[in-house]
């Protein structure tokens, strides 16, 4: 199921995966430490992918979701609130 916005969201996160180079952000210091792994597997699965960005990052979502036993709102809430302070939104 997609996340309502997540097709808005989708050309942010493009954007996002191309500039963010390491994982030192405000937003990302601010997780859990569940989070922060959940979010550099999301990272991990992404680049590895050779899907469209929206396909390669909801399959992202569900696995590293399923895996790491988290919500799925709680991941797309990462990327919108570091998308967001990424562009300045």
């Given at each position: 199921?997609?996340?309502?916005?997540?097709?808005?969201?989708?050309?942010?996160?493009?954007?996002?995966?191309?500039?963010?180079?390491?994982?030192?952000?405000?937003?990302?210091?601010?997780?859990?430490?569940?989070?922060?792994?959940?979010?550099?597997?999301?990272?991990?699965?992404?680049?590895?992918?050779?899907?469209?960005?929206?396909d390669k990052?909801?399959?992202?979502?569900?696995?590293?979701?399923?895996?790491?036993?988290?919500?799925?709102?709680?991941?797309?809430?990462?990327?919108?609130?570091?998308?967001?302070?990424?562009?300045?939104?």
């Amino acid at each position: 199921m997609m996340y309502q916005g997540t097709k808005a969201v989708s050309n942010k996160i493009s954007n996002l995966f191309k500039e963010i180079n390491s994982l030192d952000t405000e937003t990302y210091k601010n997780l859990s430490p569940i989070m922060k792994e959940a979010v550099r597997d999301l990272f991990k699965l992404i680049e590895k992918s050779q899907e469209n960005i929206v396909d390669k990052f909801e399959n992202a979502i569900n696995k590293v979701s399923d895996f790491h036993n988290i919500n799925k709102k709680e991941l797309y809430q990462y990327i919108e609130n570091e998308t967001n302070n990424q562009i300045g939104d």
